[in-house]
């Protein structure tokens, strides 16, 4: 019986040790940074360089390639874009929407993108502008880089009216002062109403464009069938591309080599160059070894405090180091944040989505005070052996 009593007392001697010895060394941690401000000013200085560099040189990478994307296809990256050669193919809008429906583990939809050459245009002016008319419908305006400056977009169940909406930079050609709203615009001599005016966003260019139904376009196209729709997608790009091709074979009446062709839209948001990678290994390797040197050979030692025990030396170098790098690096990762923000609003660029803003921010902050946790562990033994 007395054995167990010592036994248990032992066990809680230890566990207060462990205990105290914890708590002294996130107190001598803090004591440390506070007696060695410079050393610790510099360290976390590393770090706020190294993210904050990474960071804003990142998004402002993928947002100038985003904005490019744009400028040769409004519907953004990640998508695949159809060309029906085929006037006797078969395949119509509907078709195809159906087949996005039963494969929405790859599609998130699928919207008609047809540009129609030069085409003459007329307003109230009277005067002859020169154009190119896009047959689309009201998909484009729910998922392109397009923007209704005045009137609406196509609904659903406007695509067999004869509605037009018109790029901004037409309204004054066409109309002079007024209101383009509701006033008829003639294209190659079919009359169709203005319902709205557009403009492009993201650094997509929708100048000297005018927009209509696809299927109020019959007389513009020549045919309904022939054309070319853009695939938003949700999966693989050569999953997505197999799974169209494999479509249009099987569905099209006349199936040539020559019927129908897929074509990449760029390449999206991209990922993180492999130089901006090295460049922030590096810049991250400097900031850990000023740290460890803060670590093991502080300009002002700070005189230990309470019971030392095992614990002690693990804590207060842990402490230093997540406490130093976090303060650094979240400091870096706003700042390049911000940084990226004013370029895109300067440059006119199209800031990357929301989740990969959050994602690739949280993994630059986290990444360098998760290294330092771990590289603490080099004067936590130095610490033990004193």
Do not use: H
């Not at 583990?105 to 993108?113: G, I, N, Q, T």
């Not at 002062?177 to 709205?196: D, T």
């Amino acid at each position: 019986m007395p054995d167990k009593r010592e036994k248990a007392k032992s066990i809680q001697s230890r566990f207060l040790q462990t205990e105290n010895g914890f708590a002294a060394g996130i107190k001598d941690g803090a004591g440390q940074i506070r007696l060695n401000k410079m050393q610790a000013v510099f360290a976390a200085v590393c770090f706020f360089i190294s993210v904050c560099a990474a960071v804003s040189i990142s998004l402002c990478g993928m947002s100038a390639r985003l904005t490019e994307g744009y400028k040769s296809n409004p519907m953004g990256g990640g998508t695949l874009v159809l060309n029906i050669n085929s006037r006797s193919s078969g395949i119509d809008i509907d078709d195809l929407t159906a087949f996005a429906l039963e494969n929405e583990d790859l599609f998130e939809a699928v919207v008609p993108y047809k540009t129609v050459g030069a085409s003459e245009l007329y307003g109230t002016s009277g005067a002859a502008v020169s154009g190119s008319t896009v047959v689309t419908d009201s998909r484009f305006f729910e998922y392109g880089a397009v923007k209704i400056e005045s009137g609406r977009a196509f609904s659903a169940a406007d695509n067999e009216n004869k509605y037009a909406l018109i790029s901004s930079d037409l309204v004054s050609p066409l109309y002079g002062e007024s209101n383009p709203i509701g006033q008829s615009v003639k294209i190659n001599n079919r009359v169709y109403n203005v319902i709205g005016v557009c403009s492009g966003v993201n650094g997509c260019d929708l100048s000297g464009r005018v927009f209509v139904p696809s299927g109020a376009a019959r007389l513009i196209l020549s045919s309904s069938e022939t054309g070319s729709y853009v695939f938003l997608l949700r999966g693989d790009y050569d999953a997505a591309d197999a799974k169209i091709s494999e479509f249009v074979k099987r569905s099209a009446n006349k199936y040539t080599d020559e019927g129908f062709s897929t074509s990449r839209g760029y390449s999206g948001e991209g990922g993180v160059s492999a130089a901006m990678l090295t460049v922030f290994i590096l810049l991250l390797a400097v900031s850990e070894i000023c740290l460890v040197m803060f670590e093991l050979f502080p300009a002002r030692p700070v005189r230990r405090s309470g019971t030392r025990g095992f614990a002690y030396p693990f804590a207060r170098s842990g402490f230093v180091s997540v406490a130093v790098s976090a303060i650094g690096s979240i400091l870096g990762a706003i700042f390049g944040w911000l940084i990226a923000l004013v370029y895109c609003s300067v440059k006119a660029c199209a800031m990357i989505s929301a989740g990969s803003v959050v994602f690739l921010v949280a993994a630059y902050a986290l990444v360098p005070v998760i290294i330092a946790a771990v590289l603490a562990v080099i004067p936590s033994l130095v610490g033990t052996l004193k």
